[in-house]
């Protein structure tokens, strides 16, 4: 739900913006209608898979390390580039297991786990012999994996175990697993990258919502403290991405040059700054294979990934030739870095596991993660659009239209706001999108301002102002969808999850004469607790979110003029809300109080709770049974 850096992430997301080329019909006057409607079950009985972060190859290169909810529930899996068949290496049926790495001179394998969703996540070694040893014991305690040393002797894990607000950086040896702490944090820093001889960390205060300072700290050095190393006027915001293999420069990113977030370097023992990537979007990423041979750059370019993968040897781009048409995610390098496994899909099609030999360019496909029973042609593609909003800008958005609609039969229709704020929608397989397009529902992404990836201006434009400039974007969304011919003016609903749910309940509360149906997933309905409640391990982000969102000491009475919980009386169309038990972003108690609350409007009202989730569902029933609750919703009060 809301923007949070938790800890230091070793594990990346990368997604090229190739498009996939369209299949070849016949000339048709107007779309081809759909031939037939699949349930849920069928979208969400597709395989997923994602690679684990670096190693994700096994030591000898002929295995990778992968989670997949192929039983149900996500779990670690060996996957043989020689094989079609993982091997399962957990086994749970109830809360998610996700690998981390494989140790980079044997078979043990490093995963993490929670508890039903409740995001208090424990670092696990399973040894060879398949023993399960949790390397972070205790209660109410977050651990992130934070890597492996350059000589691999010791792993990095970060831990909220002392101080539930602060994350402290400890060594574990790969061999015994006793332990080292390196860095005690007792100021609550946002630690983002650690150097791989373990000299270096990169750490982050949070000044503002747009303002934000690098700091660099030599473990050598404690005594002298954390170093600033971005100094600056106004508002600037700083990022760390990775350092180079060497440890001798940190990757980093700033705003500070333009409205797009650029990539630099900051060279430790010469103090000096330097660009390194400077597109006319955001870079999102930037990671290394383990010798730094090559260099992977990922921008966010207009709601999808570009990547460029550099040979740092020649400066030549790496060409991937043998590749299918699709967006590109999650390259892992292998260990004589002359093969990349790497994950391909496209709008209609989930990720799957590929490896690419480097020297030959000869591809190969390990997995099938679409269900066969699922025509693919049925799907659709999505379209990037943009539309005026109230004062004049332009609001980008991801559109998808059902195979069904056209000017003769014009389909109902959808807004869908992403989580935040600041989150994004991108292009890409979404298998609940898909599945309300092929029920015929017609649904607008749209990237309200507020939303990453188009500029710091405009991510900053609803800063205190949630509730009302971007909900008018949402109401201009409509409007879009009101006009053209293919969508039925008088069927439009709004749906949207986490900060998406919050937009979905201030739309009928405050806009009560836009919508006709409103579905909230874990949506946030009280700002004031909300903002009091955030769960302790997000302490370094708290002043940047209070900056953006308010301070509920001091800004109660705007926080509950913006909370449809206190205008619920206003609510007077039928409403669908989605949530999870263990939700620590938003609590159950949000969902259960505007559902009473909208109940006395004597208005439909239906409720599904998940016992066994958090913030986001895993397991892959309750998957199912929330998309076929929305269109059961949907085609009972909006078609």
Not at 223 to 241: D, K
Not at 468 to 478: F, G, M, N, S
Request: glycine share 8%; aromatic share 10%; proline share 6%.
């Amino acid at each position: 739900m809301l923007r949070c850096v938790s800890g230091l992430s070793m594990s990346f997301l990368l997604i090229a913006c190739d498009r996939p080329l369209q299949p070849e019909t016949d000339a048709v006057v107007g779309p081809p209608r759909a031939t037939h409607e699949y349930p849920a079950s069928t979208f969400f009985e597709t395989t997923s898979y994602f690679l684990s972060s670096a190693p994700a190859w096994s030591a000898d290169g002929t295995r990778l390390l992968v989670g997949s909810d192929a039983n149900g529930t996500v779990n670690v899996y060996a996957l043989a580039v020689n094989s079609a068949d993982p091997e399962p290496l957990t086994a749970s049926e109830t809360n998610a297991m996700r690998p981390l790495s494989w140790f980079p001179e044997d078979d043990r394998v490093l995963f993490t786990s929670d508890e039903g969703g409740n995001e208090q996540t424990h670092v696990y070694v399973r040894e060879g012999s398949g023993e399960v040893r949790d390397l972070t014991p205790g209660e109410n305690l977050k651990a992130v994996f934070g890597g492996w040393s350059d000589d691999k002797t010791r792993f990095f894990v970060l831990t909220n175990e002392r101080d539930r607000k602060a994350f402290d950086l400890y060594g574990y040896a790969a061999d015994g697993y006793a332990r080292e702490m390196l860095f005690r944090n007792e100021d609550s820093w946002s630690v983002q990258a650690s150097s791989a001889n373990g000299r270096y960390l990169a750490l982050v205060r949070m000044h503002s919502s747009a303002d934000s300072d690098l700091y660099l700290l030599d473990t050598e050095d404690a005594a002298s403290g954390p170093q600033l190393i971005t100094p600056h006027e106004g508002n600037v915001s700083h990022t760390a991405y990775t350092f180079t293999p060497d440890s001798r420069k940190l990757v980093y990113g700033t705003d500070a040059h333009g409205e797009f977030r650029q990539a630099w370097t900051y060279d430790v023992a010469a103090r000096a700054h330097s660009p390194l990537a400077t597109p006319d979007w955001d870079v999102a990423f930037v990671f290394y294979s383990e010798s730094g041979r090559y260099r992977v750059t990922g921008i966010n370019e207009d709601a999808g990934y570009t990547i460029e993968v550099l040979d740092t040897r020649s400066g030549a781009r790496l060409p991937l030739p043998g590749l299918p048409p699709g967006d590109l995610a999650q390259m892992r390098f292998s260990p004589d870095e002359m093969q990349m496994a790497l994950m391909v899909s496209t709008d209609t099609s989930p990720r799957d596991v590929y490896v690419a030999d480097l020297a030959s360019g000869e591809v190969r496909r390990l997995t099938q993660a679409p269900n066969p029973e699922i025509d693919e042609t049925q799907l659709v593609e999505s379209e990037i659009i943009r539309y005026p909003s109230f004062d004049g800008l332009q609001i980008p958005g991801v559109l998808y239209r059902p195979r069904t609609a056209s000017a003769e039969t014009p389909a109902p229709a959808l807004v869908w706001v992403h989580g935040g704020p600041g989150g994004q929608s991108k292009r890409g397989y979404t298998a609940t999108l898909q599945h309300l397009v092929n029920h015929g529902y017609a649904v607008l992404a749209a990237n309200n301002r507020g939303s990453s990836g188009y500029g710091k201006t405009f991510y900053h434009m609803d800063d205190q102002r949630h509730g009302e400039v971007d909900l008018d974007d949402i109401v201009y969304a409509e409007r879009y969808l009101a006009a053209l011919d293919w969508v039925d003016r008088d069927r439009i609903g709004i749906i949207g999850g986490s900060y998406g749910g919050y937009m979905v309940g201030a739309a009928l509360a405050f806009r009560p004469d836009v919508f006709k149906v409103g579905v909230n997933i874990f949506g946030v309905m009280n700002w004031v607790r909300t903002l009091e409640s955030i769960p302790p391990w997000w302490e370094a982000q708290r002043k940047s979110l209070y900056d953006e969102m308010g301070d509920p000491a001091t800004d109660g009475e705007r926080l509950r003029r913006i909370s449809p919980l206190f205008h619920a009386d206003d609510i007077h169309v039928p409403l669908l809300v989605v949530q999870g038990a263990n939700d620590p972003r938003v609590l159950q108690v949000e969902s259960d109080e505007i559902v009473a609350a909208v109940r006395e409007n004597e208005v439909p009202v239906e409720y599904v709770l998940f016992p066994d989730e958090g913030h986001g569902f895993s397991r892959r029933a309750n998957r199912i049974t929330a998309s076929d609750a929305f269109v059961a919703f949907l085609n009972k009060y909006l078609k």
